[in-house]
């Protein structure tokens, strides 16, 4: 588990993250969204202790790990790993000894390291690229390559900092199905920055929202999406909508229907039960963790709308959008 208490970080009077509590139990895969310049990557930089913060602390596993000397800092980052945008090969060693330069700088023993690597090789997809080098790879199979030297050390955390951002979408999506994987078959709790929604919405089960350093929102996925707390989140979860729903004289309202809720006429069955109109704005399903969540905005006029609410909330999630 990893609790970070009150962290902060001043960087030339300018504060890049302010008074950030928040706890990652193990197992979990947490997204971090927010704008640019939100404080993101600072943030998981302290993590590690790349960044060095200010005030707060990183406690990992029960460890304050400021209060470690250089050599126990070296064995707690042992359990952290830490992928990147930029994939940061070694352009003169192919795919197999970038791999490898993982376990020999961790003292691997020597007689494991050939399994190890085709054991990783294998997890990733590039068993065909064993001898291949990074000048010849897409930017997918660069990323993997990336990957499989995280894992090389069966780090107990993953740090991603903007994997997909310099990927094509299908590739992207490729990425994120990989990192699910590793999820599930070794419990690897995962860390996922990115100023894309889309990413985080289709991996994680946990989301946490920064602004100006702060996290202003933290929830399950499923719940961020169903009831954003902020307006930064609805703008983030869709900026037309919020836009339209800020300028409308109307009352805008959101339902969403889960699964088992899809092909029951609700919206049809309110307008023949109550004397109202029910106009519907903006219909979208998104997949989010995994499950598919339709969503409608919608407005309520006539003389019975309190009650056509009452009925919906008894039958779907309905709440008042803006």
């Known amino acids: 588990m990893i609790e970070i ?49 200010s005030t707060g ?32 090969l070694l352009d003169q060693k192919n795919v197999y000894d970038n791999v490898k330069l993982s376990l020999t700088i961790a003292n691997y023993p020597k007689a494991e390291i050939d399994s190890r690597i085709k054991e990783l090789l294998t997890l990733v997809g590039l068993t065909a690229k064993t001898k291949a080098y990074p000048r010849t790879l897409s930017g997918g199979e660069k990323q993997r390559v ?68 702060r996290i202003i929102e933290h929830q399950s996925t499923i719940e961020l999406f169903l009831k954003p707390k902020s307006d930064l989140t609805k703008q983030l979860i869709n900026r037309k909508m919020y836009d339209f729903a800020k300028g409308s004289q109307e009352e805008i309202y959101q339902v969403a229907y889960l699964d088992d809720l899809a092909n029951k006429p609700v919206i049809s069955l309110a ?34 709308k309190l009650a056509a609410i009452k009925y919906l909330k008894e039958e779907v999630r309905i709440d008042k959008y803006v």
């Open 57 to 88: 602390k990183v406690i990992i596993d029960g460890v304050d790990i400021a209060s470690q000397n250089t050599s126990q800092l070296q064995k707690i980052r042992r359990n952290i790993a830490m992928i990147f945008q930029h994939f940061n």
């Open 271 to 304: 307008t023949k039960m109550f004397n109202v109109e029910i106009n519907i704005i903006y219909a979208e399903v998104i997949n989010i963790n995994r499950q598919n969540i339709g969503f409608l905005y919608i407005n309520i006029i006539g003389k019975d």
């Open 5 to 53: 208490k009150n962290l902060s970080k001043t960087i030339d009077n300018l504060s890049i993250v302010s008074g950030v509590n928040l706890t990652i139990k193990a197992g979990t895969k947490l997204g971090i969204v927010g704008e640019s310049g939100a404080g993101k990557s600072s943030l998981i930089r302290m993590i590690n202790h790349l960044m060095i913060p």
């Open 146 to 213: 990336a990957i499989a030297r995280a894992l090389a050390n069966n780090p107990k955390y993953l740090l991603c900092d903007e994997p997909t951002s310099a990927l094509d979408l299908k590739t992207s999506f490729e990425i994120l199905d990989l990192l699910h994987t590793i999820n599930e078959l070794y419990g690897v709790t995962i860390i996922l920055v990115s100023h894309d929604l889309d990413a985080v919405k289709y991996l994680c089960d946990q989301v946490a929202v920064m602004h100006q350093g």
